[in-house]
């Protein structure tokens, strides 16, 4: 099994349930959650080796942040602490024709405030096949668009395969500053999970009518030829609790595209992208054929609308069965 670098923050996320929004709750739903930290979980849960670098706040919540990630088999040897807080996020959930609401707290965390890399970058990378990070680190600061360059090259410069998930988060950054960040660190990406809206409205490639996303990947294969393989879901919302969901991935100038699922009902769609992220890195990493890996990382994103929390809770084996079961797909 390989073995792998996530780095970005972890948060506690305060949840309402359904049916009560926050200004009214009398009592939240704890998880802990984050672009990178969800993809670490993924692959651990599929049996590889994780360290996930990042830093919490040292007291009870950074306690339970390592807790959290150790409990999935997720190595925190790269987890640094220091007195401050941790970020935080709200969720209300959607329901019906309302959307999820996300409200974040994190300004000031402790990993929002590092402006140097505080790792030893030969131990973190010594030996790692995939180091991930997401556009989410970056746009909490300046500093965080500079290290996570920094990062990259120093990823690279040891042979190490570099992921990236855009992950655009509208909270967080413009679209200015992301396409911005994007077109620096794009050239040390080896795999990309970025989609025809990426393409669009942070790189500025034109939009074409009819012209489905192996035009927006050729355009991006173009700017970014080192970028071995791009991967991206698409999303047709039906209601916030019934979505239909499709991966693709273009790898070696050829476009392969999953089955279509209905996901119906959605119990909480929130880390739906990392669990696709988490199942593409994993086909590419144990040499899945394109087709089965595409199919794996779908039906990966899929399972994960159906379960509470922000990362993936199924096995290879789960995994495989419902990708192989006829019961979510939408038949064509
Ligand atoms: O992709 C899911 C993440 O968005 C969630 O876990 C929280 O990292 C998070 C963020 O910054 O929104």
Redesign the pocket.
């Known amino acids: 099994m390989a073995r792998i670098v996530c780095l970005?923050?972890?948060?506690m996320?305060l949840s309402a349930e359904v049916g009560t929004r926050l200004n009214q709750a009398s009592q939240l739903d704890v998880f802990y959650?984050?672009?990178e930290?969800?993809v670490a979980v993924s692959l651990a849960n599929y049996g590889h080796h994780v360290q996930y670098a990042s830093k919490v706040a040292d007291n009870a919540f950074g306690q339970a942040v390592e807790r959290h990630l150790r409990s999935y088999g997720v190595a925190t040897d790269f987890l640094l602490k220091e007195p401050g807080r941790l970020g935080t996020?709200y969720v209300e959930q959607g329901i019906g024709q309302k959307a999820t609401k996300?409200v974040?707290d994190?300004q000031g965390s402790v990993f929002a405030l590092m402006n140097e890399l505080e790792w030893n970058l030969t131990e973190l990378f010594a030996e790692v096949d995939v180091f991930h990070v997401s556009g989410?680190t970056p746009a909490l600061s300046e500093d965080w668009c500079q290290l996570t360059i920094q990062l990259m090259q120093a990823a690279k410069a040891v042979g190490c395969k570099v992921s990236f998930d855009s992950?655009y988060?509208q909270t967080?950054w413009t679209q200015q500053a992301a396409g911005a960040f994007l077109r620096k660190a794009l050239p040390y990406v080896d795999y990309c999970s970025a989609g025809h809206m990426d393409a669009i409205h942070l790189l500025g490639i034109q939009e074409e009518a009819e012209a489905d996303v192996t035009h927006y990947y050729q355009a991006m294969q173009k700017l970014f030829p080192n970028i071995e393989v791009f991967f991206s879901t698409k999303r047709t919302v039906h209601s916030t609790s019934v979505n239909e969901l499709q991966g693709n991935l273009w790898i070696k100038g050829q476009c392969y595209t999953s089955k279509n699922y209905a996901i119906d009902p959605i119990v909480d769609r929130?880390?739906g992208?990392?669990a696709f992220t988490g199942g593409m890195l994993h086909g590419l990493l144990t040499a899945m054929n394109p087709q089965e890996a595409i199919e794996f990382a779908t039906a990966a994103a899929v399972l994960k609308h159906f379960v509470k929390g922000?990362c993936n809770q199924y096995s290879e084996e789960e995994v495989r069965q419902f990708m192989n079961s006829d019961s979510a797909k939408i038949s064509r």
């Open positions: 970005g923050e972890i948060m996320r959650g984050g672009g930290a969800n996020y996300v974040y994190r989410i992950n988060r967080l929130i880390g992208g990392d922000d």
